[in-house]
């Protein structure tokens, strides 16, 4: 008997796509199972109407728009979670709008981590093909040349010539280590799995540590901001956004609020003493909680976080490129040079 293949999961942005959908719609006075079916009718793609067919049968057999979503079996606990309180608390169109806007900053953060680590890596693919073409097929024309001429290459180009021969011995070995590293590219950045494995090795590099840990915060202050503004208490959304965090760093800091909450302390105290935000941001949620906007201060803090967060990205992006480029140029100079510099030189003695 075979078994049953899980659905595949939605991406942030089809999530937000969604989630944008449905608010327009419950704002305009749309009932959710109505609103399903009106996405059913317009959708063009045959995998998002089976997803939404599925939605249309729950919600006409009676069941809430939560339970629908969570038997689709392709939205995540967090959308699940937020579905139901909405219901409970009436603003289903205030939930679906936030969720919209959370997923949209999610899909940015995916966005800028790909970018800041598949160029590096694409550049480091290149400067490898480029050496191997320089020492495999580039340098033994060069040895035919010097061999006719009656001399022999530099140390430097001779060993690199015998590191070609020794590369075109064992090119099938090179082949298959070329293969496995672009299997593990595309399960890095394609397989859920490997995008989960991906960001713990980020979280354990030294180079990237501090910026997974950033991510991981504005990844925080995000969910929070749906919490609040649905009217959730701190407390309860404290423990939806644990369920968001990927490190075990923000699940314990995170852990550790929950438990001086129960303590006693108030929201802004415990976010303080827990670590999660700098004294600064600490600040921020604290004149927020006394002045009653607790919900617009975490807003801001979200939005400042991000903004530091897309700082931080792209000025590693601007180390990591030129430094690729510069040794990528010197490699290929030094290669070049160790075999041009004699070849004039003996082209000027028979001149």
């Known amino acids: 008997m075979s078994s049953i293949a899980k659905p595949k999961k939605l991406t942030s942005s089809e999530i937000s796509t969604f989630c944008k959908q449905m608010s327009l719609l419950l704002k305009a006075g749309i009932t959710p199972m109505d609103g399903i079916d009106i996405l059913e009718k317009d959708t063009k793609d045959s995998s998002g109407k ?12 009676g069941e809430t728009f939560h339970v629908a979503l969570e038997m689709s079996g392709v939205f995540p606990d967090y959308v699940i979670h937020m579905a139901a309180i909405g219901e409970e608390s009436g603003n289903m169109d205030t939930v679906m709008e936030s969720l919209s806007d959370y997923y949209d900053r999610e899909e940015n953060i995916e966005s800028s981590i790909k970018s800041a680590v598949s160029y590096p890596l694409i550049m480091v693919f290149m400067m490898l093909i480029v050496v191997l073409v ?3 097929k580039v340098l033994p024309i ?7 001429l009656g001399t022999t290459m530099s140390g430097f180009a001779q060993s690199l010539l015998n590191l070609g021969n020794a590369l075109n011995r064992y090119s099938v070995v090179l082949v298959v280590l070329l293969v496995v590293a672009a299997v593990l590219f595309l399960y890095f950045f394609a397989a859920p799995n490997g995008k989960e494995n991906f960001k713990k090795l ?8 501090r910026l997974m840990l950033d991510i991981e915060t504005e990844r925080f202050a995000n969910g929070m901001v749906l919490t609040l503004s ?3 208490d701190t407390f309860e959304g404290l423990s939806l956004v644990q369920k968001l965090a990927s490190s075990d760093t923000m699940k314990e800091k ?4 929950r438990n001086l909450i129960l303590d006693g302390d108030s929201f802004p105290e415990a976010i303080d003493k827990s670590g999660i935000f700098n004294s600064f941001y600490s600040r921020m949620i604290m004149v927020g909680f006394q002045s009653g906007s607790m919900d617009q201060s975490m807003k801001q803090v979200s939005e400042r976080i991000e903004k530091d967060t897309e700082k931080r990205i792209y000025s590693l992006i601007s180390v990591i490129e030129p430094t690729l480029v510069i040794i990528l140029s010197l490699i290929v100079g030094m290669v070049l040079l160790s075999v041009i510099l004699p070849l004039m030189g003996i082209m000027s003695t028979i001149g």
């Open 142 to 148: 060069f040895q035919q040349v010097f061999t006719q």
């Open 254 to 257: 995170i852990e550790n609020c």
């Open 230 to 232: 649905s009217g959730m």
């Open 202 to 209: 980020m979280q354990k590099l030294s180079m990237t540590k």
């Open 134 to 136: 320089l020492v495999t």
């Open 50 to 61: 089976e997803i939404l067919k599925s939605l249309s049968q729950v919600l006409h057999s």
